[in-house]
T-cell receptor, first 115, second 115 residues
């Protein structure tokens, strides 16, 4: 069965500094990988996804993530954060052709951007 | 405007009192799903529906029921709520099951407290 671990529950960061959110997964089959963002009092929004092809994936709002199959990781990065990036970020995985197209989510990483 | 609408947004209820959380989408989506979000656990799938009259269990279905009598609506029913069902609930939809990977729409969430 698939599982997702987000290693940091909270990440404080200063404005204009870089940020990296770590995500590791376990699965016995090939997977699709996702990062979602949840702004306060809102639903989830897809930031980026890896389905196949290039392992470096670019998403919205200047975020990017790199799929590393050997390390089963999908870390999210942004070179310079803004106050508006304050949110909770979820890594998610889905096994190819999983029943119900289920997404398995990590526990989330809360990013607090300080001025 | 394309959207997934959940009602109510906030609900406090007592143990054992049946309740329904409604979910409606205006995009003619086939696939709909319910998740619950708990601190440190991310989102976990409760039930999903591939189409009208087709529903199936997710990872944490105990204590919940769903129905899909019309394409646009996918209510979540708690026949006898208990305090361990206190959580933040999200409804999500996509055009098709596989489209969930590329364009999933999430509602704004329903915060339920069972006392």
């Amino acid at each position: 069965a698939q599982s997702v671990t987000q290693l940091d529950s909270q990440v404080p960061v200063f404005e204009e500094a870089p940020v990296e959110l770590r995500c590791n997964y376990s699965s016995s089959v090939s997977v699709y990988l996702f990062w979602y963002v949840q702004y306060p009092n809102q639903g989830l929004q897809l930031l980026l996804k890896y389905l196949s092809g290039s392992t470096l994936v670019k998403g919205i709002n200047g975020f990017e993530a790199e799929f590393n199959k050997s390390q089963t990781s999908f870390h999210l990065r942004k070179p310079s954060v803004h106050i508006s990036d304050t949110a909770e970020y979820f890594c998610a995985v889905s096994e190819w052709e999983a029943a119900g197209n289920k997404l398995t989510f990590g526990g989330g990483t809360r990013v607090l951007v300080k001025p | 405007e394309a959207q997934v609408t959940q009602n109510p947004r906030y609900l406090i209820t007592v143990t054992g009192k049946k309740l329904t959380v409604t979910c409606s989408q205006n995009m003619n989506h086939e696939y709909m799903s319910w998740y619950r979000q708990d601190p440190g656990l991310g989102l976990r799938q409760i039930y999903y529906s591939m189409n009208v009259e087709v529903t199936d269990k997710g990872d944490v279905p105990e204590g919940y029921k769903v129905s899909r009598k019309e394409k646009r609506n996918f209510p979540l029913i708690l026949e006898s709520p208990s305090p361990n069902q206190t959580s933040l609930y999200f409804c999500a939809s996509s055009l098709s099951p596989t489209a969930f990977y590329t364009e999933a729409f999430f509602g704004q969430g329903t915060r339920l407290t069972v006392v």
